[in-house]
């Protein structure tokens, strides 16, 4: 149980087009759910909170406007990096909180991330 | 915001060799857990541990929140086990994105 799935696996954009990340969380309800960004052999630093129905929170220093965030139901979100830049590229990872009988309610279960390369 | 350390950096051992992973926060946590890293960039919850210690066959953990601290056991280490371990902490609610740690990146050789 408390499967994440990521969608595309990987993608190669040129510069100024937009990409769209999803995360869907397999066979459980997630009401938020993160998103967290890599860069080459660094740790991972949140991005953003997405709550379902209403508007993400985001981290300091991370632009709204270039990383929109969708949360449309209890099993999808999204993340649209808009105009993208090669300082874009990066390793994307969502989180999803899961509500899971014998399992804590803070755990976060993770998906396998999308690598994203802006030429 | 919080702070969190793990030790060492980098870890180089033999197969069969028992290691153990540190992770210092620098406030009290609600959560924490540990987390591997593939090759591939597949987190993989080892533990939910804010408090207490727990056995997973040849891992086990033990965090002792009143001294903000936690540690990784591996014993009986296998190539498999090669990888970076991550901590991550929140303080509160559920509603709080992950803090983590730099990772301790493993290497088990053969």
């Known amino acids: 149980g408390a499967v994440v799935s990521q969608h595309p696996s990987w993608v190669i954009c040129k510069s100024g087009t937009s990409v769209k990340i999803e995360c869907r969380s397999l066979?459980?309800?997630?009401?938020?759910m993160f998103w967290y960004r890599q860069f080459p052999k660094q740790s991972l630093m949140l991005m953003a909170t997405?709550?379902?129905?209403?508007?993400?929170?985001?981290e300091q220093g991370v632009e709204k406007d270039k990383f929109l965030i969708n949360h449309a139901s209890l099993t999808l979100s999204t993340l649209t990096v808009t105009s993208a830049h090669p300082e874009d590229s990066s390793f994307y990872i969502c989180?999803?909180?899961?509500?899971?009988?014998?399992?804590?309610?803070?755990?976060?279960?993770f998906g396998p991330g999308t690598r994203l390369t802006v030429l | 915001g919080i702070q969190v350390e793990q030790s060492p950096p980098d870890l180089i051992l033999q197969e069969g060799a028992n290691s153990t992973l540190r992770c210092n926060f620098s406030d009290s946590v609600n959560n924490l857990q540990w987390f591997h890293q593939n090759p591939w960039g597949q987190l993989i919850n080892l533990f939910y541990?804010?408090?207490g210690t727990k056995q997973n066959g040849r891992l086990s953990a033990t965090t002792v929140a009143t001294e903000r601290y936690s540690l990784l056991y591996i014993s009986s280490s296998q190539t498999t086990d090669s990888g970076v371990y991550f901590c991550a902490v929140d303080l509160g609610g559920g509603a709080d994105g992950l803090t983590f740690g730099k990772g301790t990146h493993l290497i088990i050789q053969p």
């Open positions: 989180s999803a909180r899961a509500l899971i009988a014998g399992s804590s309610t803070d755990t976060q279960y």
């Open positions: 997405s709550n379902e129905g209403s508007k993400a929170t985001y």
């Open positions: 066979d459980f309800q997630a009401t938020t």
């Open positions: 541990i804010p408090s």
